[in-house]
């Protein structure tokens, strides 16, 4: 037999294999035992998530001896052609190079033929997208009313490009990138099959360059036994994939942490000298932080794979900082990151952010100058209360203010004041008394000063001709040629 690629060999044969695909595997077991079985399925998600592996396992589920069933044996025959692609009753098309109306309207002719061997005739179509519209158009009517012994299950890695009258005549299914913890599960597992000595922080680094595939991780062993043989490191794994270590990883976050800018630009620069991909450095970067804050939270949170000794120093580091700080550095790397996308001097980048984040945790902010307030304020002691005023106590005069000195009206005029500032200005000059020819009252005046005697009380009250013989009054008369009218 010829060798077969690790992601191939170990390719998943029942739905227990599936792995990071729960919520997938529950509802396709649920619907067989149940008998809900839909006439057409789309399973959507990143490459190397499953969406082959699961189409082929549902097949054999619809196919088996005596199925429907979710426990079928993956080792009969029938399972084992599906498993093999040379099931006549399951045809695997891929949608890239049959993407025209004609390769449809030849599977419209073939859906009336019942199914060789099993229940059902299943159309897998790969790569749904490629179709063209038209092909889709003409796909519509099978697919809404196919006959009853035909399924189609289609995989795609981009819903968007799909129309949403295929969409809505399908069962969605959304596969999600698994997580690197269970991808180096799995790599161990397959290290401890074929006898090959893997380090688990080298599996780690595998898992995580594999972001969130199972087969480019399978791939990647693959290619470190063909590199290395029967031990693999995780400088094995760093050489060849150009991947960051959790120790660099962790030694650049506590720098980060401790604002020791000199440290963090020279591990860049170590980093970068050794050929060092800093695109993931960041991310792995992020990665750390964003670990750092759930840990804040949920002390029982993983590690991202970081060692345990450096993890409790960063823990330690993180804990002296506020919430915010960490989030305000996280979004300086994010916007970095958006920029080292397109950039070609990604160094640069790289150490500028740096710079920026690690400014940002030394400043201080006014929610720190309100904390500080607020917690001086519950020193300080209690200021006593004023004792009450008695109710019939009499209000205690205001003293009076003093006179101002009076400018003369002349000087107003020679200024160049208007004549209505003028007469202002004389009106305020005027004798303080009430007259009874202006009109109304004048109110009370300002007290007089001490050089102006006060006038006796039992003065008589002028006479209203006497207001109109004040000089004031005949200068305003004079200046705008007006005369009194009785």
């Given at each position: 037999m010829?060798y077969?690629?690790?992601?191939?060999?170990y390719?998943?044969?029942?739905?227990?294999?599936?792995?990071?695909?729960?919520?997938?595997?529950?509802?396709?077991?649920?619907?067989?035992?149940?008998?809900?079985?839909?006439?057409?399925?789309?399973?959507?998600?990143?490459?190397?998530?499953?969406?082959?592996?699961?189409?082929?396992?549902?097949?054999?589920?619809?196919?088996?001896?005596?199925?429907?069933?979710?426990?079928?044996?993956?080792?009969?025959?029938?399972?084992?052609?599906?498993?093999?692609?040379?099931?006549?009753?399951?045809?695997?098309?891929?949608?890239?190079?049959?993407?025209g109306?004609?390769?449809?309207?030849?599977?419209?002719?073939?859906?009336?033929?019942?199914?060789?061997?099993?229940?059902?005739?299943?159309?897998?179509?790969?790569?749904?997208?490629?179709?063209?519209?038209?092909?889709?158009?003409?796909?519509?009517?099978?697919?809404e009313?196919?006959?009853?012994?035909?399924?189609?299950?289609?995989?795609?890695?981009?819903?968007?490009?799909?129309?949403?009258?295929?969409?809505?005549r399908?069962?969605?299914?959304?596969?999600?990138?698994?997580?690197?913890?269970?991808?180096?599960?799995?790599?161990?597992?397959?290290?401890?099959?074929?006898?090959?000595?893997?380090?688990?922080?080298?599996a780690?680094?595998?898992?995580?360059?594999?972001?969130?595939g199972?087969?480019?991780?399978?791939?990647?062993?693959?290619?470190l036994?063909?590199?290395?043989?029967?031990?693999?490191?995780?400088?094995?794994?760093?050489d060849?994939?150009?991947?960051?270590?959790?120790?660099?990883?962790?030694?650049?976050?506590?720098?980060?942490?401790?604002?020791d800018?000199?440290?963090?630009?020279?591990?860049?620069?170590?980093?970068?000298?050794a050929?060092?991909?800093?695109?993931?450095?960041?991310?792995?970067?992020?990665?750390?932080?964003?670990?750092?804050?759930?840990?804040g939270?949920?002390?029982?949170?993983?590690?991202?794979?970081?060692?345990?000794?450096?993890?409790?120093?960063?823990?330690?580091?993180?804990?002296?900082?506020?919430?915010?700080?960490?989030?305000?550095?996280?979004?300086?790397?994010?916007?970095?990151?958006g920029?080292?996308?397109?950039?070609?001097?990604?160094?640069?980048h790289?150490?500028?952010?740096?710079?920026?984040?690690?400014?940002?945790?030394?400043?201080?902010?006014i929610?720190?100058?309100?904390?500080?307030?607020?917690?001086?304020?519950?020193?300080?002691?209690?200021t006593?209360?004023?004792p009450?005023?008695?109710?019939?106590?009499?209000?205690?005069?205001?003293?009076?203010?003093q006179?101002?000195?009076?400018?003369?009206?002349k000087?107003?005029?020679?200024?160049g004041e208007?004549?209505?500032?003028?007469?202002?200005?004389?009106?305020?000059?005027?004798?303080?008394?009430p007259?009874?020819?202006?009109?109304k009252?004048?109110?009370?005046?300002?007290?007089?000063?001490e050089?102006?005697?006060?006038?006796?009380?039992?003065?008589?009250?002028?006479?209203?001709?006497?207001?109109?013989?004040?000089?004031?009054?005949?200068?305003?008369?004079?200046?705008?040629?007006?005369?009194?009218?009785?």
């Amino acid at each position: 037999m010829s060798y077969q690629v690790f992601a191939r060999k170990y390719r998943p044969r029942t739905f227990a294999d599936i792995l990071g695909q729960d919520h997938v595997v529950r509802t396709l077991e649920n619907a067989i035992s149940q008998d809900r079985l839909a006439h057409a399925y789309l399973f959507v998600g990143p490459r190397g998530t499953g969406k082959t592996s699961t189409a082929r396992i549902l097949a054999k589920a619809l196919n088996c001896t005596g199925g429907p069933k979710a426990d079928f044996d993956p080792d009969e025959d029938i399972c084992q052609e599906i498993a093999e692609g040379r099931s006549l009753d399951v045809l695997e098309i891929d949608g890239a190079s049959n993407n025209g109306v004609e390769e449809v309207r030849q599977l419209r002719e073939t859906v009336r033929f019942a199914p060789a061997r099993g229940q059902f005739k299943i159309y897998y179509i790969d790569e749904v997208h490629m179709l063209t519209n038209q092909a889709f158009n003409a796909l519509l009517k099978t697919l809404e009313e196919p006959p009853e012994h035909v399924k189609f299950i289609f995989a795609t890695t981009e819903p968007h490009k799909i129309l949403a009258t295929i969409l809505s005549r399908c069962q969605r299914f959304d596969l999600r990138p698994i997580p690197a913890e269970t991808i180096a599960k799995q790599l161990l597992h397959i290290a401890s099959e074929e006898r090959i000595d893997l380090d688990e922080a080298a599996a780690w680094a595998i898992a995580k360059g594999a972001d969130g595939g199972m087969r480019d991780a399978q791939s990647m062993l693959d290619q470190l036994v063909a590199f290395c043989g029967e031990k693999i490191s995780e400088a094995n794994v760093l050489d060849v994939f150009g991947f960051t270590s959790r120790e660099t990883v962790a030694g650049l976050s506590l720098a980060l942490l401790s604002q020791d800018s000199a440290r963090a630009l020279e591990i860049v620069q170590r980093e970068a000298d050794a050929g060092r991909e800093l695109s993931q450095l960041l991310g792995e970067l992020i990665g750390g932080l964003r670990a750092l804050l759930v840990a804040g939270l949920d002390s029982e949170a993983g590690a991202e794979g970081i060692p345990a000794e450096s993890w409790k120093k960063m823990v330690e580091a993180a804990s002296a900082l506020p919430t915010e700080r960490l989030l305000a550095v996280i979004d300086i790397f994010a916007e970095t990151e958006g920029r080292m996308r397109w950039a070609t001097n990604k160094r640069l980048h790289l150490e500028i952010g740096l710079i920026k984040a690690v400014q940002s945790l030394g400043e201080v902010r006014i929610n720190d100058v309100i904390k500080i307030l607020a917690a001086g304020a519950q020193h300080l002691p209690e200021t006593p209360a004023a004792p009450p005023t008695k109710p019939d106590a009499e209000p205690v005069p205001e003293p009076e203010p003093q006179a101002e000195s009076k400018p003369e009206p002349k000087a107003a005029a020679n200024a160049g004041e208007s004549p209505l500032d003028t007469i202002d200005q004389m009106i305020a000059e005027a004798p303080d008394e009430p007259v009874e020819a202006v009109g109304k009252p004048k109110p009370k005046p300002a007290p007089k000063t001490e050089t102006a005697p006060e006038k006796p009380k039992d003065e008589p009250k002028p006479a209203a001709d006497d207001f109109y013989q004040d000089p004031l009054i005949q200068k305003a008369l004079d200046m705008f040629e007006a005369r009194i009218r009785k």
